[in-house]
């Protein structure tokens, strides 16, 4: 049977299937436009912005690091390029298989291994890390030809920091080493403009000169706008705004004075200040043993870090900023100061020292079999303990205190290093407020005795006492200390000398000065310093010191073949010359190194030859002073401006 179909119907369907398909084409071009009008008219500035970024890339170019010279101009950090070889763990499915893979293409140490798992633990796992550095060009060809096997790993062209004379004066320059996490805390709190500085640097100041002066050695960052393939390579530079170097900055050290101190140390531990008592500039700043800060440089080995870190010596610790000593006898020119200064006591006053000190029920030590009657002079002179025994007794410790401040005693001096500590000038506010002990906070006038020869709770650093003998020298004028003594702009080639607050003069009577300062001369000419200077060109004044390294009682002979070297007496001497004029001041301790003529005058001795007669010992003199032996120049000293210095002075010239 036949169908018959409904023609009218079947059209009518047609029609409607038409005009919704019709509809629907026609809503579907309509949102097609609006979307293409909303992507090329309303979107089309912020799009067009997206694509060029897509295209293009923004790559930070870091500064050349500004270099560090000493006064004289010898470089002292400078700096090197080399290409590396670096990992980004986040991109690596297996860090050792990598490593292992990458060793057999370039040569990959145990040490670059440990150096490598150091840095990790100081990064994010998306940070560049270096695995080797140096490369050679054969190196960075062999894994150019292999880098498809290696993702995640590339070869970057760095600049790196230089350290030419190796452990000299590390302490006073410092290092430069990879950003940590905590200092990237830090910079969250820098201006936005500093942080934008810093985009691409991946090393930064950590001590030193290093540390402090780092914003002006870092220079400015740089940016290149380049042009990129759809797998993200540079095609072409688009745009470049070079960096700008750092500034150069000039030490007032003298790197030849202190390679001479540094060399007279030997292996002894200890610091030294020397100051120009005129201007508070820093001419030598040692601390030994010292370390070499190029270890730093590309991230020190865990093997090396503890080696350094552990060793009882302590070749990290900056002993003349962050070292505190009792200054022992070279305290007693300012105790008499002090007592003149206040009326405390006259300078013709005659005190009998019969070789020891009585107080409430306790005997106090001084020379074996006394000195007999001594007024002020040859108190100082001839360093008689029982004098300055009575004399902190009637002054009293807070007097002390409060004279001893404003020379910079206990004291942030200012210098501009960072790290510098306060060490102890005591006094009885200090110890109800550091003790918790109802018992322990009250002070005793026997704890008052020890005070005047420098010992007690007396613990200063040798940069205070410098400061303090600087000021003594100069008739009382205290000078901020510093060791930046120019900035030379990297672009105009303009140098600045940096401006210094003006001296405070601490009021002190001329008269006074005279006497104390007559005193330290008759040390070197006929006390304790008499055979250490014996035959000098110049005239000299000074102060020795012996300062206990640990408490071992007033009464208990001392007998240093009977102790451990470490438990030994501290030798320390402070100076200044010429007497008349001075030009340098110094203080140095030698640690458990005995009497202060013995060990720390013989080293300040060749300092102010070297510096007032343009001296320097010769070899054997030089070996007699490293072994604590030598009293006086032995055989004809060599004239220090024709020495052939071993000193890699680099390229450069002075500002």
Not at 155 to 161: E, Q, T
Not at 387 to 401: E, K, N, P, W
Not at 405 to 417: E, M, R, S, Y
Not at 596 to 605: F, T
Request: charged share 20%.
């Amino acid at each position: 049977m036949t169908e018959l179909r409904n023609v009218a119907a079947d059209l009518a369907r047609f029609k409607r299937r038409v005009i919704v398909i019709g509809l629907v084409v026609l809503v579907a071009f309509g949102l097609l436009c609006a979307r293409l009008f909303f992507l090329q008219v309303v979107r089309h500035e912020d799009l067009a912005e997206q694509a060029e970024s897509n295209r293009t890339a923004v790559v930070p170019v870091v500064p050349n690091r500004g270099l560090i010279l000493d006064r004289n101009g010898i470089v002292l950090a400078s700096n090197y390029s080399a290409y590396t070889l670096e990992i980004t763990p986040s991109k690596v499915a297996s860090l050792e298989d990598t490593i292992d893979s990458l060793g057999e293409v370039v040569e990959i140490s145990q040490r670059d291994r440990r150096r490598f798992k150091r840095l990790r633990e100081d990064s994010r796992s998306f940070d560049s890390i270096p695995i080797r550095t140096r490369l050679s060009d054969e190196e960075v060809a062999r894994f150019a030809a292999q880098r498809y096997r290696f993702p995640g790993v590339e070869i970057k062209a760095r600049l790196f920091r230089n350290y030419p004379n190796g452990e000299l004066a590390s302490h006073v320059l410092g290092y430069i080493g990879r950003i940590n996490q905590r200092e990237k805390a830090g910079m969250e709190d820098w201006s936005e403009e500093d942080q934008a500085n810093y985009k691409g640097t991946d090393y930064i100041g950590k001590l030193g000169v290093e540390q402090s002066y780092e914003k002006t050695l870092h220079g400015h960052t740089g940016v290149e706008q380049m042009e990129t393939s759809a797998g993200g390579r540079a095609v072409r530079r688009l745009a470049s705004h070079p960096a700008t170097p750092g500034n150069t900055v000039q030490l007032s050290l003298d790197i030849k004075l202190q390679k001479l101190i540094e060399d007279m140390f030997g292996e002894r531990r200890g610091a030294l200040v020397a100051i120009d008592p005129n201007s508070g500039e820093i001419l030598a700043f040692v601390s030994k043993p010292t370390f070499d800060p190029n270890l730093f440089v590309e991230g020190i080995d865990s093997e090396s870090w503890q080696a350094l870190n552990e060793s009882i010596d302590k070749p990290l610790l900056n002993r003349a900023l962050r070292g505190t000593y009792p200054p022992g006898s070279t305290y007693k020119p300012f105790m008499a100061l002090a007592a003149l200064q206040l009326n405390k006591r006259s300078p013709s006053l005659v005190v009998n020292d019969p070789g020891f000190y009585t107080f409430g029920g306790h005997t106090f030590r001084s020379h074996e079999g006394g000195l007999g009657g001594v007024d002020m002079h040859r108190a100082i002179q001839m360093s008689s303990n029982t004098y300055f025994y009575s004399l902190a007794v009637d002054m009293g410790v807070d007097t002390i205190h409060d004279f001893m401040k404003p020379l910079g005693f206990g004291q942030i001096t200012g210098i501009d290093v960072q790290g510098e500590v306060r060490g102890l000038l005591p006094s009885t506010t200090w110890k109800r407020e550091a003790y918790k002990r109802p018992e322990m906070k009250k002070w005793f006038p026997g704890e008052t005795v020890s005070l005047g020869i420098g010992q007690g709770y007396n613990n200063f650093t040798m940069l205070q006492l410098a400061v303090a003998e600087a000021t003594l020298a100069n008739g009382g004028t205290k000078y901020r200390p510093h060791v930046v003594k120019a900035i030379k702009d990297t672009v105009t080639g303009e140098v600045t000398e940096l401006v210094q607050p003006p001296g405070e003069n601490l009021g002190f009577q001329p008269k006074h000065v005279d006497l104390v300062r007559n005193a330290l001369v008759a040390v070197n000419k006929g006390g304790t310093g008499t055979r250490v200077f014996a035959g000098a060109p110049y005239s000299s004044a000074g102060k020795t010191g012996t300062a206990q390294a640990v408490a071992w009682g007033q009464n208990t002979k001392y007998n240093a073949k009977a102790l451990e070297e470490h438990q030994r007496d501290h030798s320390l001497f402070a100076a200044f010359a010429p007497a008349e004029a001075p030009k340098i001041a110094i203080a140095i301790i030698v640690e458990n190194a005995g009497f202060g003529a013995a060990a720390a005058a013989p080293i300040v001795r060749r300092v102010f030859d070297y510096w007032l007669a343009d001296q320097y010992p010769n070899e054997q003199d030089l070996a007699a002073v490293q072994a604590g032996k030598a009293v006086a120049p032995m055989g004809k000293p060599r004239v220090a401006s024709e020495m052939p210095w071993p000193i890699v002075s680099g390229a450069s010239t002075a500002p």
